[in-house]
């Protein structure tokens, strides 16, 4: 009976993950300690590469609890973009959806692919997801 038990925790911890996803990559030493995750999974954005794109949001996808504020915004974007600093306050969020959102304003830069990333921080951990910028001549 303890052997089936193990078993079908295991199988049902498993299927877990699969529906969670995984949490994005976190600061060394501390996403054991973390009560929240921001699910994995690249995002992308089709830039027309002479305007930008001022005024848009990409998904903050944090699920769990935390006790304190989670600042999120955008980094390593084109040279005169930016991404104001939002904050998270305590609370939680177990699904469905996403109920987080960075936002940004992308400048014009040249036709290419640009690696940026979403971030969030409780002030001891740091996760990160990635987020495609692909500046093109026109986008569909």
Not at 44 to 51: F, H, K, N, P
């Amino acid at each position: 009976m303890r052997a089936r038990l193990k078993i079908t925790g295991m199988a049902v911890a498993l299927v877990g993950m699969f529906v969670a996803g995984t949490p994005a990559a976190a600061t060394p030493g501390g996403a054991e300690a973390a009560t929240w995750y921001m699910q994995d999974g690249e995002q992308r954005l089709c830039v027309q590469a002479d305007r930008g794109w001022r005024d848009t949001y990409v998904w903050a996808p944090i699920f769990g609890e935390w006790s304190t504020p989670i600042a999120i915004g955008v980094r390593n974007m084109p040279a005169g973009s930016v991404s104001p600093e939002g904050t998270i306050a305590p609370g939680s969020h177990h699904g469905p959806g996403i109920r987080y959102f960075a936002e940004l304003s992308l400048a014009p830069a040249p036709v290419g692919v640009y690696h940026a990333e979403v971030w969030a921080d409780d002030g001891t951990v740091t996760q990160t997801g990635p987020v495609k910028l692909r500046y093109q001549e026109r986008c569909p």
